[in-house]
């Protein structure tokens, strides 16, 4: 398997523009998830789906930000309009299985998209 | 007080230096996660724990589950184990992450 893909890599964008990153998960996994890593705030969990279903979207800045799953193998996050305070890098990852059973569950990550909103 | 807190925040080390990396975290988790960040961005899990200790080759995790406190060792340390590790704790699936522990290795 080629692991999580992202895409784009990196993304320029003006202010008040739609952005959409994409991600598809690892073949399998049943845990999809979406972080975004800023210098000042360092890794935060935005949102994470099991089974294409979101389960918590509590970590969402704002209702500018909508993330979709519509099958288990893609998903994409949306930013709409974009601002220069979303720059940052988005990580995709994805697991399979129960956190709490299996001790050495893990999450493998993509390489991310770095986003800039000028 | 941060939730998670990392020490040392930058540490540098001579080749084959054996080297630590602390976690402490304040709240109650069922799992915890060392990362490693590349100076690229990618992001590669190394362990995750939730009691003892795990070893994969140079590196050695343990976790005190009673002192909320996990450790990170690299032995002989190497130029190529530069890079930001990241300490991330979690109940469910909701990781909360330490601000990460920059470490060079100088050859």
């Known amino acids: 398997d080629a692991g999580v893909i992202q895409s784009p890599r990196h993304e320029v964008t003006e202010m008040g523009q739609e952005v959409t990153l994409r991600c598809k998960p690892i073949?399998?996994?049943?845990?999809l998830f979406w972080y975004r890593q800023t210098m000042m705030r360092g890794l935060e969990l935005l949102i994470y789906?099991?089974?294409?279903?979101?389960?918590?979207d509590s970590g969402m800045p704002e209702d500018r930000f909508s993330a979709k799953m519509p099958n288990a193998s893609f998903s994409t996050l949306k930013i709409q309009p974009s601002e220069p305070r979303d720059s940052a890098v988005y990580f995709c990852?994805?697991?399979?299985?129960?956190?709490?059973?299996?001790?050495?569950?893990?999450?493998?990550f993509g390489q991310g998209t770095r986003l800039t909103v000028v | 007080k941060n939730e998670v807190e990392q020490s040392p925040q930058n540490l540098t080390a001579q080749e084959g230096e054996f080297i630590t990396i602390n976690c402490s975290y304040s709240?109650?988790?069922?799992?915890l996660h060392w990362l490693q960040q590349h100076p690229g961005g990618g992001i590669v899990s190394l362990f995750m724990?939730?009691?003892g200790k795990k070893k994969h080759g140079r590196l050695i995790a343990t976790i005190n589950i009673q002192e909320k406190h996990s450790s990170l060792h690299i032995t002989a340390s190497h130029p190529r184990d530069s890079a930001v590790y990241i300490c991330?704790?979690?109940?469910?699936?909701?990781?909360?992450f330490g601000t990460g522990t920059r470490l060079k290795v100088l050859a």
């Open positions: 990852a994805s697991s399979f299985g129960q956190f709490r059973v299996r001790d050495d569950t893990e999450a493998f």
């Open positions: 073949s399998g996994h049943d845990y």
């Open positions: 789906f099991n089974n294409n279903v979101p389960i918590d």
């Open positions: 709240v109650g988790i069922s799992a």
């Open positions: 724990l939730s009691s």
């Open positions: 991330a704790v979690g109940e469910t699936y909701k990781y909360i």
